[in-house]
């Protein structure tokens, strides 16, 4: 577009014959060429706008999303949230920037925006969040793990009041590039079926069951800390690695933990065995992932380019 002027103005200075004119001409029209294509492309495409899209672009329901943001001048960092939640953006590049958002589960499927801001300029990008079919899976378990004694349910509530406090809290970041499937191997569950237990108690599943022999070693999914290695009533042997901004993957069943509270690991670092401890039918991997305290796919999580 800011070429059409210099055409133009190139055109009305080569039909002038005169030599000294023509310079003349020449550096005048150089010095408009020069403002003009200035002035135009500011007008229409400031030169420091930066570009923002939501990855992908249509988001199914449970599912982790990605916002890049290129062209970022130097010094600024953008400012974003989601469903009143910050999201937190890291570099991925010259002049490049990411931050991870989830949507929940239950979230309306439609037409969503998000504000992103670089300093002095705002964008409003729309997404679609698709309506997706869960599956459905009759469950038969021993009643006492289903319709819980008191002793059990008050277990049970104080341990997930634990949990909810713990991902609360967001640390600096630790992951580092893409998440990883924790075992190389087939689904057993999916995330989002809906269980009914002994025909009776109806839960949804928040993770994904991958199919392991007992004890199969189970890597870290990214770069993180561990917040949590100990037995719990539903999750049996459990092991919660916190990756910073607000990112936390949940290894659950496990025969053994491998790794203590406070531990820093490593992708691809060994931090259990498969095994079946908790409420579980047989040896199996339950991964959870958890973006700012919403249950994400994990499938999701491993899929995006990070
Ligand atoms: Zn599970």
Redesign the pocket.
């Known amino acids: 577009m800011c070429k059409i002027p210099y055409e133009k103005i190139l055109k009305q200075t080569n039909s002038d014959k005169s030599k000294s004119l023509f310079l003349t001409s020449s550096l005048l029209s150089s010095l408009f060429l020069f403002i003009f294509s200035a002035f135009s492309c500011f007008e229409s495409t400031p030169v420091s706008a930066f570009h923002a899209e939501v990855l992908p672009h249509e988001i199914k329901q449970g599912d982790a999303f990605l916002i890049k943001v290129t062209n970022v001048p130097a010094s600024s960092q953008p400012i974003s949230a989601f469903n009143e939640k910050q999201l937190y953006f890291s570099s991925c590049g010259d002049a490049c920037f990411i931050a991870l958002g989830a949507i929940e589960i239950r979230t309306i499927p439609g037409i969503y925006t998000i504000n992103i801001l670089v300093g002095e300029q705002k964008k409003t990008l729309t997404f679609t969040v698709e309506p997706t079919s869960f599956p459905t899976l009759n469950l038969t378990l021993p009643d006492e793990k289903v319709f819980l004694s008191p002793e059990n349910l008050k277990r049970v509530k104080k341990e997930s009041k634990k949990l909810q406090s713990l991902f609360q809290a967001v640390s600096e970041k630790l992951w580092n590039g893409r998440f990883i499937l924790p075992l190389a191997n087939d689904f057993?569950?999916a995330f989002g079926t809906k269980r009914i237990m002994n025909k009776k108690r109806v839960s949804v599943?928040r993770?994904?069951?991958i199919r392991g022999k007992m004890g199969e070693r189970v890597k870290a999914s990214n770069h993180g800390r561990v917040v949590l290695a100990e037995e719990l009533f539903f999750g049996g042997n459990t092991v919660i690695i916190d990756h910073g901004q607000g990112i936390y993957t949940i290894y659950?069943?496990l025969s053994e933990c491998k790794v203590q509270p406070g531990t820093i690991i490593s992708k691809g670092d060994t931090i259990g065995f498969v095994g079946d401890s908790g409420r579980?039918t047989g040896p199996?991997?339950?991964?959870?992932v958890k973006v700012h305290t919403i249950s994400v796919n994990p499938v999701s999580l491993a899929e995006l380019s990070l």
């Open positions: 057993s569950t599943h993770g994904l069951d659950m069943h579980a199996h991997l339950h991964f959870g």
